[in-house]
């Protein structure tokens, strides 16, 4: 008698403690997949798989030449950038698509000018690499940020260069730099060298300088690897500099 009143006892409290499936998450309402079209099932399918690498803050993708949109084709994040070896041609950042189809690129990169690129993919902007194979290697998550009608202009501590043509390894020191928006749209240029730039400045609409960014309220700041021998072009509009590891001051 004893035996059976303690395996009833141990039933009772086994009831009372653990909760029946129909309590358990197993009950909550789950997605009608079954009435999903194919395209709809791979759709929520990306999306989910997007989503979990957007919350992942380290994973590395190689990409093809070809188009993509952040927040579609490419987890938003911070990345690193990297090319293949002997990549010759072009790769750009767009702030949406509009401003893909109408060629009003934010960021256009030389292989030459770089082996490394840093830069925040946000939502909606537009990636496009050409010609060969490149490694995006997520470094980080964007946090999210309250919507603004307009974003508020914030001015960074760091070297004030105005606008003019400045020869690296002579009145600027090589390194890895960080550029920002001083208040003003302003434009960035690197050349691979001052004979170069002299043979070739003049024709504006070839576009052969290295890379170029764009500063503005909307994209206040961009990552630039400058190398001795190579010229940096500040037009517009002056900017403000820090190099990555220290101060930068001019000689």
């Known amino acids: ?53 957007r919350r992942t803050e380290h994973f590395t993708l190689d990409m093809t030449p070809g188009v993509y949109v952040v927040g579609k084709n490419i987890a938003e994040g911070r990345y690193r950038i990297s ?10 950042i767009y702030d ?24 925040d993919l946000n939502s909606g902007n537009v990636v496009r690499f050409t010609g060969n194979t490149y490694t995006l290697e997520k470094t980080g998550i964007i946090e999210a940020t309250p919507i603004q009608e307009s974003p508020v202009f914030e001015p960074v501590e760091g070297t004030l260069v105005e606008t003019g043509t400045y020869v690296v390894g002579e009145t600027i020191p ?12 302003a434009t960035v240029q690197t050349w691979r060298n001052i004979k170069y730039y002299n043979e070739n400045a003049s024709y504006k609409n070839l576009e052969r300088w290295n890379s170029q960014s764009k500063l503005t309220l909307y994209n206040t700041h961009e990552n630039i690897i400058l190398a001795d021998g190579m010229v940096l072009v500040v037009l ?16």
């Open 236 to 251: 517009d509009n002056s900017i403000i500099m820090t190099k990555r590891t220290e101060m930068l001051t001019f000689d």
């Open 174 to 185: 090589a390194g890895n730099y960080q550029i920002y928006y001083n208040g003003e749209n």
């Open 96 to 119: 949406n698509y509009r401003a893909y189809e109408e060629s009003d690129y934010r960021t256009r990169l030389d292989p030459d000018a770089f082996e490394i690129f840093e830069c």
């Open 83 to 92: 090319h293949s070896e002997g990549a010759s041609y072009y790769f750009f």
């Open 1 to 53: 008698m004893k035996t059976a009143l303690c395996f009833l006892m141990t039933l009772f409290l086994a009831s009372a403690v653990l909760p029946s499936y129909a309590e358990s998450d197993f009950s909550e309402p789950k997605l009608d997949l079954e009435s999903l079209s194919d395209d709809q099932l791979l759709s929520v399918k990306e999306q989910v798989e997007l989503e979990f690498l």
